[in-house]
């Protein structure tokens, strides 16, 4: 039975009645109790008042074993954290739950702290509106204001007064990788954290040797994103019955234009692959698979030897790379279940594939045993996992010195499919080769690829039979 209890005023009148209903024990051994504060109306009888106390009492231990009811103590940050341990930790890839993780620290600060009973819609929509047009930091990070090569012994043929401190020197007493001091020397962009440790290293002042990132405003589809995270959290709430409505599901979301798929026509792709004839290896030939089978950067950086059946001439999708702070190199599975795939290729790819193999197999002969033997087709200087951030690197300077403008390597997925489209590749084909859950995200994709491929079909049919009647009437 609920327990009641009279809540009294100063002036010892009661004016509220407040009901606890016990739920068993959790399993730290503490007494689950779920409390609702109850209100009543004016005008009742001492008799009446009584009866309506019962009634309402029973009603919500009733609600309670049927688990209809709101805990109020539960805040939005504890079923970000329920959330968190019963669901996120068990059921989504480490590097998703990184992304969500480092939005939803924007999402805590502004909704964490307010009950769930009281959260409405407008809260929401609120965060939203707020989002827009203004920058929101996730992954903090700075670029130096200085040239640190005065600092950090590089061989340059400078001479410098002081002494320079070596690269190893640096890493051991900053407690910082080489690769963050490699890519600190290029001048680019590196972790608040990583920049205050060399700063004090060096002895150097951290705010006047290196500038914030400017980073870009909150566009619409990272809104949405927003969203649709923090509707997850509810609908674990909805599920697990501690609500009993998703508010996410009454929030209208604003508006975005359609960005049109960046791709390259027949004659800029020939281009490309004239001008990855003199190109290193092993990024001539990723570049190349990457065209030809539209495969995303972290499948074919994920991709085996084994994965490739030169009898059946396919290429087997099975793995990702995918890369983050927080864990470093990670191979899981492909983003969708139709990601896992098998991909038809040609003899001339299975020969391009047998010519970089010759290459790779030499280059780890004169390598020796510095060679990390991993099985991967494409890897780093020494045979171990190649992060894909580096082929995007490598391959966003070489598009900018071949003059190729606003091209990066998803650019290369895109042209596959734009290629296949407008050569009348049914879409269905498409979609499957791409690993699309279904046609109608290739659809939406590249939706104005195919209205230029309608467009040209009706000019073929019009060649085709209206030329030929007008000719016959003319005869």
Known sequence: MARIEERRNKNGEVTSYRFRVSQGYNSDGKQNVIVKTWKPPKGLTKAQLKK????????????????????????????????????????LKKTTLASYNAMLKN????????????????????????????????????????????????????????????QS????????????????LKGKAISVKCAKKISDALGLEYKKVFNDVKRDNVSVATVKRYHAIISGIFKHAVTQNIIPVNPCTRVRLPKAPKPEAVFLDESEALRLLDELEDAPEPFRTATMLC??????????????????????????????????????????TP???????????????????????????????????????TGKVFTNDFGGWLRPDTFSSWFRKFCKEHHFDKVHVHT?????????????????????????????????????????????AAKAMDLSLFSKKKKDKSA
């Open 291 to 332: 065209l030809f089978t539209g495969m995303r950067r972290g499948e074919l950086c994920a991709l085996n030897w084994k994965n490739i059946d030169e009898d059946a001439l396919l290429v087997c999708v099975r793995k990702n790379l995918t890369y983050t702070k927080e864990f470093g190199l990670v191979e899981g």
């Open 412 to 456: 290369l997925r895109h042209t596959a499919a734009t290629i296949m489209i407008m050569n009348d590749i049914p879409l269905k084909v498409v979609s499957q080769r791409l690993g699309h859950n279904s046609t109608t995200v290739t659809n939406d994709i590249y939706t104005h690829v195919i209205q230029r491929a309608d467009e040209m």
């Open 335 to 373: 983003k969708t279940k139709s990601s896992i795939r098998d991909i038809k290729i040609s003899d001339n790819v299975i020969e391009m594939l047998h010519e970089y193999k010759k290459w790779q197999d030499e280059y780890k002969y004169n390598l020796g045993n510095k060679w990390i033997e």
């Open 169 to 184: 020197e640096l890493s051991r007493k900053a407690e910082v990788s080489l690769t963050t001091i490699k890519v600190l």
């Open 52 to 91: 309506e106390v019962q009634k309402q009492a029973a009603l919500f231990e009733s609600e309670c074993d049927l688990g209809l009811t709101v805990d109020s103590s539960i805040t939005f940050r504890q079923l970000y954290e329920m959330w968190l341990r019963e669901y996120a930790e068990v059921s």
């Open 107 to 166: 999402v805590l600060k502004s909704i964490g702290h307010i009950s769930l009973n009281k959260i409405q819609p407008h809260h929401l929509s609120d965060f939203y509106a707020s989002l827009l047009g203004r920058a929101v930091k996730t992954n903090e990070a700075v670029t130096p204001a200085i040239d640190f090569k005065k600092y950090i012994l590089v061989y340059d043929g400078k001479k410098y007064k002081h002494e320079r401190m070596t």
